[in-house]
């Protein structure tokens, strides 16, 4: 038996087609620029609380976390944490990981409307896109972008279908979505019009019973991955009168209790800019510039490639290769609600990431029909010339500095650096010492997993030794400097006394300790490439190391919970959270299991998910 299966195997290694054979090449080929991406960006305000609110968010029984009503990133991260401790990397095998296989879900999709070949040529550009690549970071929007088109896709075949299965399994993945980010949420009004066009082209009922039913079922799967985050915010609001951040923002209620909690947060009275739209709005974009072609913007700077051939492609759709206007109903539509919402709202890079997936089909047509141009013109295959060209202009073009995104994937960040050297050179009962001109949230997630204080945290106590309990003894204290006096704050200028306070502790440890090592990174205005641009480094970070005798107290210091955006890391204890709710009764009890029951449901989904996709390849 055990033959027989081991000989299907290798039969179906041998089998591979040619198609196969290349989609495993470009898939591979996309996974190692994300994976060096992942390694070396550097890191936002925002993924570095993400980060640390992943700590223990499934040990703590969280549901959502304040800001995001949302959990299924945290949750998978958690997981990665405990598989694989807490490092930069491993805060973004979520990115590298669904970042990857989207490359074989374009590839689906873009097959679905074109060809195979187009499909090919869409799982290539995707592979080497550079602002896909660039999001290679902890945060949501490369994850929830994998389930949506996931989604997309099987909703798609079920509307071609008419299965229950199909619609079960897409809202099952854009149910999933939502709950990893909710802005998925707009994409469902897309694919209801979507398929009401569908079916008028195909000369069918709309409001057919056969075709309620199967929308029905697509919106019951979906409703199921809004539990957890709907019970989150009633158990709260029942408990202590509030809710998080995203529902008392769009409800309003409990807005006067949790002003206490939100009120610094700019999203506590984020209101749609709708006129700005179009006229602009400076709150947002301070020349000015409409708020729509701000958002556009972003993947025109941040990749002109996919973004020119994506509206050349477009452009053929609409005039010359009307056979494929399917896709173009299909991504005006997808569009429709997504992109004036976000733009009017919220305008960061990472959240039209949607717009360069969509129109990586378009701008794989346009390949395909410029290289078969080209073929005819010079009466020679030139499709391949044309795609390796594009490799190597792109894998230029990630390594100039761009104002559209994280800098830098070939040029290792110095907070990634810091962990390095903080997991590699430094004894688990040692003190480390971060430089309070380096931002918090670097110091928290570059010093995580080792007892660790800020500067002036540090200098009080030593100022305060005296009253303190405990006994002297050596210490090894391992100080990392901020070279350019102000790394992550951009404040630091405007308070002379703070930064002569760390001008002081540092000189304590350069008349008293050892320079360890000198961490440097690419400079951000230069662009930066292995091997050749040396010269574009400056130092950040210097490490010293003094064995300094200090009262033992100092570890009761440094090991408790530091509280950042919120929560303490680790949401230990979990009670004293300050959204921690208590169920009043049994119903309520029930209901809070069910929707911790929803969250395991979920994470199960996301570790099947792969498989699945694989599934989805293979099958004939």
Known sequence: ????????????????????????????????LRLIAAINLSVAADDMHFVTHAVNFLSADRLVTYDQSSGLWFA?????????????????????????????????????????????????????????????????????MFFVLLGMFLFVRAIKTGKATGFALSGLFIGVSIYTKVYSLLFIPSLLLYSAWFYRWKKRVIFSKKNVKMILIFLLVIFIFTVPALTHNYLLYKDKGFMDL?????????KDISEQHYGWDVQFDAKNSWKGLILGDTKHIASGTPLLLGAVNFIRIGDPFNFYLGLLGMFLILFYRKEYRKYLVFFLLSIAFVLPFLASIILLPKHFLFLELLLIPASA??????????????????????LIVLLIVILIFIGMPN???VEHVYGKSHVAQMIEFREEKTEINSLLVGDSRIYRGRINWALQGRPYLEGTEFLSFLNSEEQMGGNKIP??????????????????????????????LTNLFVEQGTLMETIKEPIEERSYYPLISGDNLYSTIRVYHSKILVKDSIFGLALRSKNWFLYDIGYEPKWDQFDYYNT?????????????????????????????????????
């Open 246 to 254: 995203q529902f008392t923002r769009t409800t309003g209620l409990g």
């Open 403 to 405: 104002k559209s995104n």
């Open 76 to 144: 998978f991260t958690s997981i990665m944490y405990n598989l694989f401790g807490m490092t930069q990397l491993t805060s973004r095998i979520a990115a590298l990981v669904f970042g990857t296989l989207t490359i074989l879900v374009i590839y689906l999709l873009t097959k679905e409307f074109f060809n195979e070949r187009v499909g090919l040529i869409a799982a290539f550009l995707l592979a080497i896109a550079p602002f896909h690549i660039r999001n290679t970071l902890a945060e949501m929007d490369v994850m929830i």
């Open 1 to 32: 038996m055990e033959n027989k299966v081991l000989d299907k195997t290798i039969d179906s290694i041998f089998d591979l087609g040619k198609t196969k054979v290349y989609l495993i090449a470009i898939v591979v080929m996309g996974f190692v």
């Open 584 to 620: 009043r009764n049994g119903i309520d009890l029930l209901l809070d299991k069910f929707a911790h029951l929803i969250v395991w449901l979920a994470v199960i989904i996301t570790f099947l998910s792969p498989f699945y996709v694989v599934y989805l390849l293979i099958k004939k």
């Open 365 to 386: 047509l346009a390949v395909k029909d410029i290289g078969s141009w080209l073929s005819r013109k010079f009466n020679k295959r030139l499709l391949k010339s044309l």
């Open 475 to 504: 210490v090894d204290v391992y100080f990392f400097e901020c070279v350019p006096d102000d790394c992550g704050w951009g404040t630091v200028k405007n308070q002379p006394e703070f930064n002569a306070s760390m001008e002081v």
